[in-house]
């Protein structure tokens, strides 16, 4: 099979198994929150980010609110997680510019939202497929990198470079979906630091599967 059969049938046994997994973990009641959370997630796990946003969103219940403050005014609930002053600091600017230029509304376009302080085009996928269902293209994170090369759809560990790779053989439908469904998986047998070929639903397909190669 041509590559983007493979991933054809990677994405289809990937749902098969994960398909209850298709939506992010972050905790979050509109795009704002989803926004914020996503920014404090990087290098960070989502269980420590829904440790500490619940009390946040509740004390700071919009953006506006999160608008007027210093960004040392966060620190009591983002202390725990890693590099929470740049974070902080990054939440208050978004704050501000989309108070500012965006008459408080999240932007539902990639072009805006990487303009927005601490956000990249991984934070924007995440917004806007799972906030607005929108797909305009594939959020990276390191599980994905993990994933994308051991499968053989990319070479790079770049995450701009992986994703141009990945929407040259995904369908545009699976875009926002593809991303849960590498989490899921690196999250189960494909770690980065041990992959379990024997339990993986791919094995039989995958080209760095210790099984299918055993077998040939």
């Given at each position: 099979m041509d590559k983007k059969?493979?991933?054809?049938?990677?994405?289809?046994?990937?749902?098969?198994?994960?398909?209850?997994?298709m939506h992010t973990s972050l905790k979050h009641r509109n795009a704002w929150e989803l926004l914020v959370s996503t920014i404090l997630s990087a290098q960070a796990t989502d269980a420590s980010v829904n440790k500490i946003t619940p009390r946040m969103f509740k004390r700071y219940r919009s953006v506006k609110s999160f608008a007027e403050l210093r960004p040392s005014d966060?620190?009591?609930?983002?202390?725990?997680?890693?590099?929470?002053?740049?974070?902080s600091k990054n939440?208050?600017?978004a704050a501000k510019m989309i108070t500012g230029e965006f008459k408080g509304r999240v932007p539902e376009s990639m072009d805006l939202?990487?303009?927005?302080?601490g956000v990249g085009r991984k934070?924007?996928?995440?917004?806007?497929?799972?906030?607005f269902g929108k797909s305009e293209g594939i959020a990276i994170d390191t599980h994905c990198i993990t994933v994308a090369n051991r499968l053989g759809i990319s070479r790079s560990r770049n995450p701009r470079i992986?994703?141009?790779?990945m929407m040259k053989v995904v369908e545009r439908k699976d875009w926002g979906d593809v991303t849960h469904l590498f989490i899921a998986?690196?999250?189960?047998?494909?770690?980065a630091r041990k992959k379990l070929c024997g339990e993986c639903v791919l094995n039989?397909?995958?080209?760095?599967?210790?099984?299918l190669h055993s077998n040939n």
């Amino acid at each position: 099979m041509d590559k983007k059969e493979y991933v054809r049938e990677v994405i289809k046994l990937l749902k098969r198994r994960y398909g209850k997994e298709m939506h992010t973990s972050l905790k979050h009641r509109n795009a704002w929150e989803l926004l914020v959370s996503t920014i404090l997630s990087a290098q960070a796990t989502d269980a420590s980010v829904n440790k500490i946003t619940p009390r946040m969103f509740k004390r700071y219940r919009s953006v506006k609110s999160f608008a007027e403050l210093r960004p040392s005014d966060l620190y009591r609930y983002t202390r725990s997680i890693g590099l929470y002053r740049s974070k902080s600091k990054n939440i208050v600017r978004a704050a501000k510019m989309i108070t500012g230029e965006f008459k408080g509304r999240v932007p539902e376009s990639m072009d805006l939202l990487v303009r927005i302080p601490g956000v990249g085009r991984k934070t924007a996928n995440v917004v806007l497929y799972n906030a607005f269902g929108k797909s305009e293209g594939i959020a990276i994170d390191t599980h994905c990198i993990t994933v994308a090369n051991r499968l053989g759809i990319s070479r790079s560990r770049n995450p701009r470079i992986i994703e141009e790779d990945m929407m040259k053989v995904v369908e545009r439908k699976d875009w926002g979906d593809v991303t849960h469904l590498f989490i899921a998986l690196g999250r189960d047998t494909c770690t980065a630091r041990k992959k379990l070929c024997g339990e993986c639903v791919l094995n039989r397909i995958c080209k760095s599967s210790t099984v299918l190669h055993s077998n040939n």
